[in-house]
T-cell receptor
């Protein structure tokens, strides 16, 4: 099955700086790659996703890039704000198969 | 957008009792429901996948007789934790997949504490 690795496990950034989280996946057939933000005790919230037919997608301060050859995708958060502090999970899936999640990344934005 | 309602949001039960958690898709038909468990500071671990009208598929290491899943309709799936023990205390969360779409919508989660 799919195996998703997520790095780094924790990331501290100064407010206003950029944060980048990288994930690698193992199944070359995976074609859907969402990113979730989870605050303590709450459900994961989809913040951005990308499908395998595109290499990059951007939504305001958030962007995701996909490198199918290298089987990795990254989340980019620019102009970070304290409210960006949370745990971020990447995931990958193939068609209607279940999502395989990375272990999560704790992002701390220092005011 | 798609909404999944999950109840209860938290529950405290005594060891040996059973707890039922419900997930309802409010504005779409959930052909597939995924049930996850999340321990503190850990990722979401898939427990089982259920398709409407058929038996659930459990992940390795998950006891199907302990975690009973029912997906009798396209809008309702339930997870029953039977004979709960303190080690079953966790955050349980469902995720529904809309028919024909890639999107996965999460329920709000259930914090289970077994005392």
């Amino acid at each position: 099955g799919e195996n998703v690795e997520q790095h780094p496990s924790t990331l501290s950034v100064q407010e206003g700086d950029s944060a980048v989280i990288k994930c690698t996946y193992s199944d070359s057939a995976s074609n859907y790659f969402p990113w979730y933000k989870q605050e303590l005790g709450k459900r994961p919230q989809l913040i951005i996703d990308i499908r395998s037919n595109v290499g990059e997608k951007k939504d305001q301060r958030i962007a995701v890039t996909l490198n199918k050859t290298a089987k990795h995708f990254s989340l980019h958060i620019t102009e970070t704000q304290p409210e960006d502090s949370a745990v971020y999970f990447c995931a990958a899936s193939h068609g209607n198969n279940r999502l395989a999640f990375g272990k999560g990344n704790q992002v701390v934005v220092i005011p | 957008g798609a909404v999944v309602s999950q109840h209860p949001s938290w529950v405290i039960c005594k060891s040996g009792t059973s707890v039922k958690i419900e997930c309802r898709s409010l504005d779409f038909q959930a052909t597939t429901m995924f049930w996850y468990r999340q321990f503190p500071k850990q990722s979401l671990m898939l427990m089982a996948t259920s398709n409407e009208g058929s038996k659930a598929t459990y992940e390795q290491g998950v006891e199907k007789d302990k975690f009973l899943i029912n997906h009798a309709s396209l809008t309702l799936s339930t997870l029953t934790v039977t004979s709960a023990h303190p080690e079953d205390s966790s955050f349980y969360i469902c995720s529904a997949q809309d028919r024909g779409l890639y999107g996965y919508t999460f329920g709000s989660g259930t914090r289970l504490t077994v005392v």
